[in-house]
């Protein structure tokens, strides 16, 4: 499905929560941070695999992070249930709600 279509049948369902989908040129720009960040953090820490994708829409950006930028565990957060079925299965939804979510019980 296309953004046009997946736009549309978010507007149908009423589910259309503000979908801004991310650019390659703002990926590839946070893959970059992250890796160059990353860096340190692993030496602190012994690894840097996770991210939390709020309002992660079709999961476009985690799955291009996950690839460009070597992380593993992938967590979301969509109020859209269009949207997180779109989710690729790699991907935990922790929650559909950022305001309602307790981030520290995940």
Same mark, same amino acid.
């Given at each position: !499905?296309?953004?046009? %279509? +997946?736009? !549309?049948?978010?507007?149908?369902?009423? %589910? @259309? #929560?503000? =979908?801004?989908?991310?650019?390659?040129? *703002?990926?590839?720009? !946070?893959?970059? @941070? *992250?890796?160059?960040?990353?860096? @340190?953090?692993? #030496?602190? =820490?012994? #690894? $840097?695999?996770?991210? +939390? @994708?709020?309002?992660?829409?079709?999961?476009?950006? +985690?799955?291009? $992070?996950?690839?460009?930028a070597e $992380?593993?565990?992938?967590?979301?957060?969509?109020k859209s249930?269009? /949207?997180?079925? %779109? /989710?690729?299965?790699?991907? =935990?939804?922790?929650?559909?709600? =950022?305001m309602e %979510?307790?981030? +520290?019980?995940?």
């Amino acid at each position: !499905m296309n953004t046009g %279509q +997946l736009v !549309m049948n978010l507007k149908n369902a009423g %589910q @259309d #929560h503000e =979908f801004y989908p991310t650019t390659n040129e *703002i990926i590839d720009r !946070m893959a970059e @941070d *992250i890796r160059s960040k990353g860096r @340190d953090d692993y #030496h602190r =820490f012994g #690894h $840097l695999s996770s991210i +939390l @994708d709020i309002g992660a829409g079709t999961g476009k950006v +985690l799955t291009a $992070l996950s690839e460009r930028a070597e $992380l593993s565990r992938l967590y979301a957060i969509e109020k859209s249930q269009i /949207l997180c079925k %779109q /989710l690729p299965a790699s991907v =935990f939804i922790v929650g559909t709600d =950022f305001m309602e %979510q307790s981030l +520290l019980s995940k």
